[in-house]
């Protein structure tokens, strides 16, 4: 539990929130674009931006953040994609209920399911993935 709180641990999550702020670029560019200029349905296009953003991620992760030099990196994108779709269950359920419940905008919903997926997806793949 020690390993958590140290600074290798928050340096790495620090760098996992860039990366994942990068991956917000294209997660909101592709839904955007699949929402509003090709009138996809809104969840559909969410799961299109989240994944196109996770495939990203994993790349940039595997070099920047957690510097895996795993060979078998079918196996370790496998496990990130697995990750990012428990994720994406997560964050589409997240964006359902506060949609369903508060009526806010679409995009601010995205934003607040994005903020508590970021906690799953750094922790699943710091201890699964690239452990």
């Given at each position: ?89 997560i964050n589409n359920f997240i964006l359902w209920l506060i949609l369903k419940r508060f009526k806010i905008n679409f995009y601010f919903a995205k934003a ?20």
């Amino acid at each position: 539990m020690s390993e958590i709180f140290s600074k290798v641990f928050l340096i790495k999550f620090i760098k996992f929130g860039v990366v994942g702020f990068s991956g917000l670029f294209v997660d909101y560019g592709f839904t955007f674009l699949c929402k509003e200029v090709l009138k996809i349905n809104k969840f559909i296009s969410n799961s299109i931006g989240f994944i196109l953003a996770a495939s990203s991620n994993y790349y940039l992760n595997r070099i920047w953040t957690f510097e895996s030099e795993n060979p078998d990196i079918a196996h370790e994108f496998t496990s990130f994609i697995i990750i990012s779709l428990i994720g994406l269950l997560i964050n589409n359920f997240i964006l359902w209920l506060i949609l369903k419940r508060f009526k806010i905008n679409f995009y601010f919903a995205k934003a607040f399911a994005i903020a508590i997926v970021i906690i799953w997806n750094f922790l699943a793949n710091a201890f699964i993935t690239f452990s």
